[in-house]
């Protein structure tokens, strides 16, 4: 599904309890430098917290390299088609520290990429783009 807000970006499934709107989108650019990454990489995820430096930027890591706990909040889920043919979709959870949450919680967010270099620990880091997140009031 797309995100009629911001042209040809995809909205990602929502994980929030009692949300059925999506919270949740990535632009074309972000889906591309993913797309890298998963090739490089091989299954992803998101962790956005509210922390500053290099955590007030949302941090790509290989899936489960970043361990969530009881203080995170899944706020979505980025669905992509399966590769070689296979119908079994890629899932990319985005999670965000519960503190950072309550103060962004009236903010639809989409994660976008730019040139730049990305934070220290992010898998995009040596790929001569970041990731950022552009918001917006819901």
Known sequence: MTDSKTPGAIIARPEVAGESESRLAFTPAAI????????????LMFHQSGGCCDGSAPMCYQAGE?????????????ELPGLGGSAEPREIAFWMSREQFEVWAHTHLTIDAVP??????????????RFLIRSRLL
């Open 116 to 129: 730049g270099r990305g934070s220290g620990f992010s898998l995009e880091a040596p790929e001569g783009q």
């Open 32 to 43: 591309e430098l993913i797309e890298r990454l998963w090739a490089m990489h091989g299954p």
């Open 66 to 78: 970043f361990k969530t706990g009881g203080q995170d909040l899944k706020l979505g889920t980025l």
